[in-house]
């Protein structure tokens, strides 16, 4: 059965770039769980997508990033769920410290990658839905 849809949030995903390759975190817990995606979260009230990427980034990895750049805005439904996102994905700059595993209730482990080298399963309809919106990035 498919839940009604009653309020659309605004999440953050943040390509976090080092030395050519950005960060990928496997997954845990009940929304893609054992798939891949990058770090990010939830814009808060107030928030602006840069300060929503770096908190989300320190909170979940433990690094710090500068030089946001918008990359794609999609929106993602999940029906079996009944969520509904607008996804804003930035890219940004490694500055500092290496990545960790701060919740282990949200990722299994991170590695860098680049698109070439995505691994599988990806957190999908969001990477869907960013191959629709820029197919240049695969």
Not at 30 to 43: A, E, K, Q, R
Not at 124 to 136: G, H, S, V
């Amino acid at each position: 059965m498919v839940n009604k849809m009653e309020v659309v949030g605004v999440g953050i995903a943040v390509f976090v770039w080092k030395n050519g390759k950005f960060l990928l975190g496997q997954r845990y817990g009940s929304l893609g769980h054992g798939t891949w995606s990058i770090p990010g979260g939830h814009l808060e009230p107030g928030e602006t997508w840069e300060e929503a990427a770096k908190r989300e980034v320190m909170e979940e990895t433990g690094m710090k990033i500068d030089n946001i750049r918008f990359v794609a805005a999609t929106n993602d439904l999940f029906p079996e769920t009944g969520k509904h996102y607008i996804s804003i994905w930035v890219e940004a700059d490694w500055t500092e410290n290496e990545p960790s595993i701060i919740e282990p209730d949200k990722f299994i482990k991170f590695e860098w990658k680049d698109f070439q080298s995505l691994p599988a399963p990806l957190f999908e309809p969001c990477w869907q839905n960013l191959r629709k919106m820029r197919p240049d990035l695969f």
